[in-house]
């Protein structure tokens, strides 16, 4: 990598999505102290080690991203090509399955396929925390995983997840608490709000919040 190289904006394509939005204010300050003819070959070298740190990061996570299988016997895999293209093509997809249908278990699992989860987590809360912590040791089960590898759980008082977790697992209450140290939720690039259908008031908030955010993050998948 020439760090002497003035760079562009498509450098940072290969970032993780949480750095970014600092990567580019960083950038544009750099690009106006060079305009005025101020030095700035070290800062430039300080931001192109930035760039090669979070790249870096992101190519592990892509290299290490888990290979999902589907049950036959489920009946949302019949459809999993359908709702694999549904994902792709838009922002918001709303799924309306049967309990036991396999939703909350294959749906991350799917968005795995996609490639999703490298450049940011796969978020998917649920409306307690004992469904989110079972849920996260099914589906590392399922994925051939230690818990708390690529799938991860963070609920009050318990924090399994790693820097390489690709699925996290967490209440509504716990998402709604992260904005306010992450507000256009840079950590995720996908988001499963789980049971929405019970529209609790954190669910509500949740959903208003992102409703919001959406044209801010046009990368973001929200299911």
Not at 112 to 123: D, K, M, N, P, T
Not at 131 to 157: C, I, M, N, T
């Amino acid at each position: 990598m020439d760090t002497s190289r003035f760079p562009s904006l498509s450098e940072l394509d290969a970032c993780m999505l949480r750095d970014r939005t600092s990567l580019r204010r960083q950038l544009g300050e750099l690009r106006q102290r060079c305009g005025r003819g101020q030095p700035c070959t070290q800062e430039l070298a300080s931001w192109w080690e930035r760039v090669r740190l979070s790249q870096g990061l992101a190519e592990s996570r892509r290299q290490r991203l888990p290979v999902p299988t589907f049950p036959a016997e489920l009946p949302i895999s019949e459809r999993r090509e359908e709702i694999a293209a549904l994902i792709r093509a838009h922002s918001v997809v709303i799924l309306c399955g049967e309990t036991g249908s396999g939703k909350s278990t294959q749906l991350p699992k799917i968005c795995l396929a996609l490639g999703r989860g490298i450049y940011g987590r796969i978020g998917h809360t649920q409306p307690r925390r004992i469904a989110a912590r079972s849920l996260a040791a099914r589906l590392s089960e399922e994925l051939g995983s230690e818990l708390g590898a690529s799938v991860g759980y963070k609920v009050r008082f318990h924090d399994r997840v790693a820097p390489g977790t690709h699925i996290k697992l967490m209440t509504d209450g716990m998402l709604l608490a992260e904005i306010q140290q992450d507000r256009r939720l840079e950590e995720y690039d996908t988001l499963i709000v789980d049971e929405a259908h019970e529209r609790g008031l954190n669910i509500d908030f949740l959903l208003g919040y992102l409703k919001a955010l959406l044209p801010k993050r046009p990368d973001l998948k929200l299911i």
